[in-house]
C-alpha cells in the first residue's frame, strides 16, 4: 500500500525509457551555447582534480611557515632532483663531469700521483729483475761520429793501434766517448736492416712473400741467442774469469750484421762475384776485430792473477768466437743469394 504524505492525488504511473535523462542536463542547458558547455566540461576533470594516490597533491605556494607539510597533504617540490637519468649519453656525460670535478681537488690529484709513483717504481724493480734496463742505456749512449767511426773500424781494423778502453771511477766510458767500447745501437739497426735487406734480395728472385720477414727475423734472432747460450756455456765449462759481460758479448757477436748488409746490397748489382768479395774480406776484418778487442777484455796487459794455462784458454776462447762468425754469416746469407 502507498501512501503518498504531500496529500496529491495518486495518478497513473508514467513509463520513462531513459530514467537518468531527465537529471543529466537541466532545461536551462539547452540556452547555453554549445562552446561554453564544452568549456565547462572540460575544466572539470573526471576525479574532481583528485590524485590517485593516497592524500591530495598541492602546488607549492612559496616557503612555508612549518617544517613538515600537514598529514594527508604532499606538497609538489620546484627543485631539481639531484640525478635524474635522462636520454641516451646524459648519464655518462654526469658521470664524466662529477669525475673531472673530482680529480680537480688538490687532495685527490696528489693521491692519485703519489699512487702512480708507486705502481710506476714497483714496476720499475720487477722489470729489472729481467731485463737490465740500466745496464742497456750504457750500450745506448751513442751518437753519430761514434757510429761512423765505429763503421769505419769494423771495415778497415788493421791500421787500428789503440785497443784499450778508457774508464772512469771503476767503470768503462759510454761508447759516445770511447770509439772502442761495445754498444748496441749499430747490431740492432743492422739486424733490422737485414730483415730489410734479405727481403728485398727475395724480391729480386721473384720468391718473395710477407711470410718470409717473419721466418728470416726469427731464425737470425733464434741463432743470435743460441750463439750467445754457447758462449756462456763455453766460459763456464772452460771456467774462465773475465772482464765480459754477457751484453759484451751479444755486441760482439751481432757486429756481423753490418757485413752481411754490405754483401747483400753489393748481390743486388754485381750478383755472386760482388757477394763473395765483400763477404771473404769482411769475414777477415771481423775475425780481426774480434780477435784485437776480445784480447784486451780477457788478457789484460800486466795482470799478474791470470795463470799462462788460463791465457791459452781463454786465446782458444778468442778464436773460437771470431772463427764462428763467418760460419754463422754464410748460414743466414747462402739461401739470399
Not at 28 to 36: D, G, I, R, V, W
Not at 154 to 183: C, M, V
Request: overall charge positive.
Amino acid at each position: 500500500m502507498n501512501y503518498n504524505h504531500t496529500g496529491a492525488r495518486r495518478g497513473k504511473p508514467k513509463r520513462v525509457l531513459d530514467p537518468w535523462a531527465a537529471l543529466s542536463v537541466p532545461s536551462s542547458t539547452s540556452q547555453m551555447p554549445s562552446s561554453a558547455y564544452n568549456m565547462y566540461n572540460q575544466q572539470v576533470p573526471m576525479n574532481n582534480g583528485m590524485s590517485p594516490d593516497y592524500g591530495f597533491n598541492m602546488p607549492d605556494q612559496g616557503p612555508s611557515t612549518t617544517s613538515t607539510p600537514p598529514y594527508g597533504f604532499v606538497q609538489q617540490s620546484t627543485m631539481p632532483p639531484a640525478y635524474s637519468p635522462g636520454p641516451s649519453g646524459t648519464d655518462e656525460f654526469n658521470t664524466g663531469q662529477f669525475t673531472t670535478q673530482l680529480l680537480s681537488q688538490p687532495i685527490v690529484a696528489n693521491m692519485a700521483m703519489e699512487y702512480g709513483s708507486a705502481v710506476a717504481n714497483v714496476g720499475k724493480q720487477q722489470l729489472e729483475k729481467y731485463v737490465p734496463v740500466t745496464a742497456l742505456r750504457y750500450y745506448f749512449a751513442v751518437d753519430t761520429d761514434y757510429v761512423m767511426m765505429k763503421l769505419i773500424l769494423l771495415f778497415f781494423p788493421f791500421t787500428h793501434k789503440d785497443w784499450s778502453i778508457r774508464y772512469e771511477q771503476d767503470s768503462p766510458l759510454q761508447p759516445r766517448y770511447e770509439k772502442n767500447a761495445p754498444d748496441m745501437y749499430i747490431p740492432m739497426m743492422a739486424f733490422l736492416t737485414y730483415v730489410v735487406v734479405a727481403g728485398l734480395a727475395l724480391g729480386t728472385q721473384e720468391k718473395f712473400t710477407p711470410e718470409q720477414l717473419g721466418i728470416i727475423a726469427s731464425s737470425a734472432l733464434a741463432w743470435g741467442l743460441i750463439e750467445l747460450f754457447l758462449h756462456i756455456i763455453t766460459l763456464y765449462i772452460m771456467n774462465l774469469e773475465t772482464s765480459l759481460k754477457y751484453l759484451d758479448l751479444l755486441a760482439y757477436c751481432s757486429y756481423k750484421y753490418v757485413g752481411m748488409n754490405a754483401a747483400l746490397l753489393v748481390s743486388l748489382l754485381f750478383k755472386r762475384m760482388g757477394f763473395y768479395t765483400i763477404f771473404t774480406y769482411y769475414s777477415i776484418s771481423l775475425s780481426f776485430f774480434l780477435i784485437r778487442s776480445l784480447k784486451l777484455r780477457m788478457i789484460p796487459e800486466g795482470h799478474s792473477s791470470y795463470s799462462a794455462s788460463g791465457n791459452k784458454r781463454r786465446l782458444y776462447f778468442i778464436l773460437f768466437v771470431a772463427g764462428i762468425q763467418p760460419i754463422l754469416m754464410w748460414w743466414l746469407l747462402y739461401h739470399l743469394i
